[in-house]
């Protein structure tokens, strides 16, 4: 069956830095791949979307990386601040479901320290 | 243009009892699926619904059900509530809800938050 991974429960990075998580996933080669924030008492906000033909994909201080041989996303936010602080998701489509049939990794909370 | 909305935010109910979640879409969506999230398996998908029809449900027990209406906006229900039903349920619309190839962005609710005691 499909599985996705996001290694870190939690990632702590001072301000300035540049936070990178991790999203692997198995059993499964996905048409694309999403990024979502979420807030405490919130639900997910979507960030980023990538798909299998791309390699890179960038909005302002974020960027995704997307490798299908590896089976692995990389999430980069550059110049981190404190407002990053907050949990991210990353989610595929599940095999053979509709859109709004998506698997969620269980999320790495990122805290971004002043 | 408004956001998807859940109510009621919270609520408290004892087992055995039944709850009814209602979600209503961002205007012009038409797919609407439920996620249960809890702290020890996350987001977990419930089922999507598409033009008043269940397009994928999920694996979760029979107590577990929904409808959505002429409108979009969808309700789910949850009968014989157990201590494990005590989860942050997450509406999400999106346009459409087809198979297809393309991808399709979720936009979510806030959740309503269920304390089963």
């Known amino acids: 069956s499909q599985k996705i991974e996001q290694n870190s429960e939690a990632l702590n990075i001072q301000e300035g830095k540049t936070a990178t998580l991790t999203c692997n996933y198995t059993?499964?080669?996905?048409?694309?791949l999403q990024w979502y924030r979420q807030d405490p008492g919130r639900g997910p906000v979507f960030l980023l979307l990538i798909r299998e033909n791309e390699k890179e994909k960038r909005k302002e201080r974020l960027k995704v990386t997307f490798d299908t041989t590896l089976k692995q996303s990389l999430f980069h936010i550059t110049a981190s601040q404190p407002a990053d602080s907050a949990t991210y998701l990353c989610a595929l489509p599940r095999k053979g479901g509709s859109q709004g049939n998506l698997i969620f990794g269980k999320g790495t909370k990122l805290s971004v320290k002043p | 243009k408004a956001g998807v909305t859940q109510t009621p935010r919270y609520l408290i109910k004892t087992r055995g009892q039944q709850v009814t979640l209602s979600c209503s879409p961002i205007s012009g969506h038409r797919s609407v699926s439920w996620y249960q999230q809890t702290p020890g398996q996350g987001l977990q998908f419930l089922f999507e619904?598409?033009?008043?029809?269940?397009?994928n449900k999920g694996n979760f027990p029979g107590r577990f059900s929904g409808r959505q209406f002429s409108n979009s906006r969808s309700e789910m229900n949850v009968s014989t509530l157990e201590l494990g039903d005590s989860a942050l349920y997450l509406c999400?619309?999106?346009?459409?809800?087809?198979?297809?190839?393309?991808?399709?962005?979720?936009?979510f609710g806030a959740g309503s938050r269920l304390t089963v005691l």
């Open positions: 059993n499964y080669s996905p048409a694309y």
């Open positions: 999400a619309s999106s346009l459409t809800g087809l198979f297809q190839s393309g991808a399709n962005v979720l936009t």
């Open positions: 619904y598409f033009s008043e029809t269940q397009r």
